[in-house]
């Protein structure tokens, strides 16, 4: 295969990933998102074994100091604890100590601000900064 036949099926193959996951491993830059990734893919297998693992990966990833604050890799953590039915406040406290480490983020706070508003945490989404 040619270097450009082989550039334009990478980037087929890129384009029809993030339709449809929105994570692509095109956005696997941060090693934090590639963990994020792994513990989702073994939250996904049917097998229980590996089930457990993905999720003491996610645990261990949510409780990472310092804390995870890439965008990509948060959104993978929240799809993570969803699948492992965990309860909004636990998901509202991952964003919400990504959002203290970078408080000039918008896009942070924004996420926070709508985790907490899920949780139903109305003192939480109050003190969010915009």
């Known amino acids: 295969m040619r270097q450009a036949d082989q550039k334009g099926g990478e980037e087929r193959l890129s ?3 993030q339709a449809r996951y929105p994570f692509s ?12 990734w792994k513990a989702y893919i073994l939250l996904s ?6 089930k457990k693992q993905g999720a003491s990966e996610t645990r261990a990833l949510c409780e990472r100091t310092p804390p995870i604050t890439n965008f990509s890799a948060l959104s993978m953590l929240e799809r ?5 039915e ?15 480490a970078r408080p000039q983020d918008a896009e942070l706070q924004e996420s926070w601000m709508m985790a907490t ?3 139903r945490e109305w003192k939480q989404a109050q003190s969010v900064r915009t």
């Open 86 to 100: 965990a309860e909004d406040q636990l998901i509202a406290k991952l964003w919400m100590t990504a959002a203290r």
């Open 25 to 36: 491993p095109t956005t696997l830059t941060d090693l934090s998102t590639s963990q994020a």
């Open 80 to 84: 993570c604890l969803r699948a492992m």
């Open 117 to 119: 508003f899920d949780a």
């Open 15 to 17: 384009l029809g990933l």
């Open 45 to 50: 297998c049917p097998d229980v074994g590996r």
